[in-house]
């Protein structure tokens, strides 16, 4: 892994991190997105982040490519939701289970840290032991399931939200 860079998000990332999403999006349940995104569609997302605040977003980057994310977002709209936020992390197929998924949550949770926050919140779409093994790694712990919250390639899945404390 020390040839792997963990930096904050740039533009020039986009059409890697949109190529890794949409592997996710075609073939696994792991985000509900059903559709591929357009690169102006994660360019919004993109926009979203910024280097201090809530919404913040760290890549782990190698020979400039970036290989995965770790971000977080709103977690709902209506203001006094503002102190929590939804993190999310994803590391391109091949890139898995060599504790870069840890590295990335663990920069990404420190930088929220300094920030207005209280507890980040994480949902996983069962079954993921490398999703719940890295929530858990990093302090996360089960608050509940959801169950058959959502249809996918015909057929229905769980999912568990993960939440941790920031202090
Ligand atoms: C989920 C994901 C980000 C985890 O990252 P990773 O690099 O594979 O995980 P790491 O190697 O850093 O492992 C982190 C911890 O989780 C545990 N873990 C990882 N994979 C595991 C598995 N299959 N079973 C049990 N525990 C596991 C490790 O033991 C480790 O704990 P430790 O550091 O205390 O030893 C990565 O696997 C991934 O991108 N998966 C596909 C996309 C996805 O599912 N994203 C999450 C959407 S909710």
Redesign the pocket.
């Known amino acids: 892994m020390t040839d792997v860079v963990i930096r904050r998000v740039e533009r020039s990332d986009l059409p890697a991190l949109l190529a890794i999403y949409n592997h ?1 999006v075609v073939h696994t349940p ?1 985000t509900f997105d059903v559709e591929p995104r357009t690169l102006a569609q994660r360019q919004v997302w993109l926009d979203t982040f910024a280097s201090s605040g809530r919404y913040q977003c760290f890549v782990a980057a190698r020979d400039s490519q970036a290989i ?1 994310w770790a971000c977080s977002g709103k977690f709902k709209e209506k203001a006094a939701y503002e102190t929590s936020v939804e993190t ?4 391109a197929p091949g890139e ?8 990335l949550y663990e920069t990404l949770l420190s930088a929220l840290a300094k920030e207005d926050l209280h507890r980040a919140f ?4 069962l079954p ?7 929530h858990r ?1 990093l302090g996360f712990s089960l608050v509940g399931t959801y169950p058959e919250v959502g249809r996918k390639f015909g057929r229905f899945w769980d999912v568990a939200w993960f939440g941790r404390p920031f202090r």
């Open positions: 996710y792991v995965g999310s992390i994803y590391l898995q289970s060599k504790g870069l998924g840890r590295k994480g949902g996983v779409t993921n032991e490398g999703s719940v093994g890295v790694a």
